[in-house]
Structures are given as structure tokens and as C-alpha cells.
């Protein structure tokens, strides 16, 4: 009866002196593959060219399941979900189709937001521009129709890294996460849902037929409407079932007015002499009461014409400066002094 080989597993071709290195070679290089381990073992002495081939070196790395070598540089990850709806939103911005507006072409910035636990896109839109307030624009959509989030998961980019934005999170109780730097692996559900816009819409639209971005956005909402109550494989339902589901744990905005409050930028201005304060190349007109005092400015970038000081919990209206307005205007001072009345010279 044959006997059982005492060299059973082990390279018959492959001497230990080589076989240390081929494990040295796979620790210091985890990336290395098989053909250059064989050409350096052979131009370091290890082997011969002529005694062992490149399969055998192939063979002894696959059997000995070293091909899967840790790399160091890589990042231990797993699945993962928040337990409840408004858990977590994780929020980033795509690069879009070009579309045709007023005869002129322009790229579009798809900004949309991802409840972690139900798969549901609570909030989405098309921009011409990639900035902090399109994205404050969407998050508050997505607050007012879904509710309040208890983490934010963002982008390093300056449109999700930024003061007002910051304050903004303080306002509504959202602690906001931002992901490592060109770590795209670690927002992988908003991603996937990227992905799928494009793979089932995005691929096989024609941006011809498209004449504006208000036209986009409503097919854009189409679209959405149908994505969060279709069947998702991963989670076993629709996004919009699983998001009713757990609709309890939903934090709800306390008021409109409250919600509004919370999404205003916020600056501080120190007021000058002749009562006006600078927000960027603009000038506005304050109250008199403010000259020389440091105040905080509330206002929405594209609704100057609104802003305010907001001061011991009221609002003090300010307005756009305008200095021939101010100039017809007549001042509340001091009458002049009659110096001819006070008994000097007649020529005063």
C-alpha cells in the first residue's frame, strides 16, 4: 500500500531561505503579486531561474492563502445601520448631466440626503452651483417633510464643511460627523444611492428635452417619489414602509417659525458711526441704538432684503443702505448753535 509522502504540503522546489522571503516580501508589500516575488527571488539569490518556475511560487502563494495578505493601509469595515429612522442622514452632491437653459449650456450638482436606517431619500435637488447654502436649502426640506436627524453624516468639501453650517447643527441638536479625507468607502450608502439615480434614470436621460432647472427638479421629484416606495432588496421592503415603521422615534421640528430661526446665517458685525454695518460688498442701515456695538446678524443669502439683528431674543429689522434716500432724510439732531444770538460779534 502506498505510503504517505513525509513532504505532504510542503514546495518540493521552494527551499526555506525562499520561502522566509516570499513571506518577508508579502508582509513589507502587501500588494505585491506573484511574478514580481518570483523575478526578485531570482535576482537576490533565493533561486534559480532554472530549478523553479513562476507556477510554483503562484501555487505556493495561493495554497498558502497569501494573495489575501492584511494590508496595512486598509481600513477594518463592516455593515453597518442606525436602529431607527432619523438615526442618522448621510448627505453629499454629484456631479450631473449639462443642460440647456436661455441658450446656455451648464453643468448641474445633484445635493441629496439618505435616512441610514430606511434607505429613504428624504431630500434631493439639482443646482447649477456645488455650495454651503443649496445644501442648507435640501437639509431643511428634509427636516420639514421627514424630521430631525440626531447625526449628520457629511463630506469634508466646504460645502459641508463650514461655519454655518456648524451653527445651523448646534440650533437643532444634530451632532455633525464628518467622513476621513478621500475616504469615499465610508459614505458607501449615499454613494449607492448615487449610483442607482444614475443606473436606473440618470444613463438613459436625454438632457436635450430638458429647458430648465425647475423642469429637472420636477422630474428629479418624480423620480424620488418612485425610488422610496419601491422594493429594496437590502432591507427587505420599501424605504417608505420601513421608514413608517419607526416613524415614532422621529424627532419633529417644535414650530415653522422655530425651524426658520434655526437655518438663518449668523454673523457679528461691530456697527460704525454713522449706523451702518458691511455684510460682503453690501452696506445696510441699523437701528441708532446699535452705534458702536458688536451685534449678531441673521439673514439668508438670498434673501438679504429680510435680514436682522437679533438682540436679548427680538428682531431689529435692517434695511439695504441707501445714501440718497439718506441724504433727503431729516435727522433728529440738535438744532445748530446761533452764535449771533449769544452777544458776540454781529459778523459771526
Known amino acids: 500500500m502506498p505510503q504517505k509522502r513525509r513532504d505532504a504540503g510542503k514546495p518540493r522546489t521552494l527551499n526555506e531561505r525562499a520561502i522566509s522571503e516570499i513571506y ?25 531561474q532554472s530549478d523553479v518556475s513562476l507556477s510554483s511560487v503562484q501555487r505556493f502563494i495561493k495554497h498558502n492563502d497569501l494573495r489575501t495578505a492584511v494590508n496595512p493601509n486598509q481600513k477594518d469595515r463592516k455593515a453597518f445601520e ?61 427636516v420639514a417633510r421627514y424630521g430631525l436627524c440626531n447625526k449628520l453624516y457629511l463630506d469634508n468639501g466646504s460645502t459641508y464643511a463650514n461655519a454655518q453650517l456648524s451653527l445651523i447643527c448646534g440650533s437643532l441638536g444634530i451632532v455633525k460627523i464628518h467622513t476621513p479625507v478621500r475616504d469615499g468607502a465610508s459614505k458607501a450608502k449615499v454613494e449607492r444611492s448615487f449610483r442607482t439615480i444614475k443606473d436606473t434614470w440618470l444613463n438613459g436621460f436625454d438632457p436635450s428635452e430638458v ?64 449706523a451702518t454695518v458691511s455684510i460682503g460688498s453690501l452696506s ?26 437679533f438682540f436679548e431674543g ?7 443702505t441707501n445714501r440718497v434716500e439718506n ?22
Not at 29 to 40: D, V
Not at 234 to 246: K, L
Not at 314 to 320: A, E, G, L, V, W
Open 82 to 142: 442606525e436602529a431607527y429612522p432619523g438615526g442618522m442622514y448621510q448627505a453629499d452632491t454629484s456631479y450631473t448631466a449639462y443642460i440647456k437653459e436661455d441658450g446656455k449650456l451648464r453643468r448641474t450638482y445633484l445635493i441629496h440626503v439618505v435616512d441610514d436606517h430606511s434607505r429613504l431619500i428624504v431630500g434631493a435637488r439639482f443646482f447649477y452651483n456645488d455650495n454651503a447654502y443649496n445644501f442648507q436649502l435640501v437639509l431643511k426640506d428634509a
Open 327 to 348: 441724504g433727503r432724510t431729516k435727522r433728529n439732531n440738535t438744532h445748530a448753535i446761533d452764535y449771533s444770538k449769544m452777544g458776540g460779534s454781529s459778523d459771526v
Open 211 to 274: 429647458s430648465s432647472l425647475e423642469e429637472l427638479n420636477r422630474l428629479l421629484a418624480d423620480y424620488v417619489r418612485k425610488r422610496n416606495t419601491s422594493f429594496n432588496r437590502t432591507i427587505g421592503g420599501t424605504p417608505m414602509e420601513r421608514y413608517q415603521q419607526g416613524i415614532h422615534h422621529v424627532r419633529i421640528p417644535k414650530s415653522q417659525d422655530w425651524l426658520d430661526e434655526c437655518f438663518m446665517n449668523r454673523i457679528t458685525r461691530k456697527v460704525n458711526l454713522d
Open 284 to 309: 445696510f442701515d441699523v437701528p441708532m441704538q446699535f452705534i458702536r456695538s458688536k451685534v449678531e446678524i441673521r439673514f439668508l443669502p438670498d434673501r438679504m432684503q429680510d435680514a436682522y439683528i
Open 314 to 320: 427680538h428682531h431689529y429689522p435692517i434695511r439695504p
Open 24 to 48: 518577508r516580501l508579502k508582509e513589507m508589500f502587501p500588494r505585491i503579486n506573484a511574478t514580481l516575488i518570483y523575478h526578485k527571488l531570482i535576482e537576490d539569490g533565493f533561486i534559480n
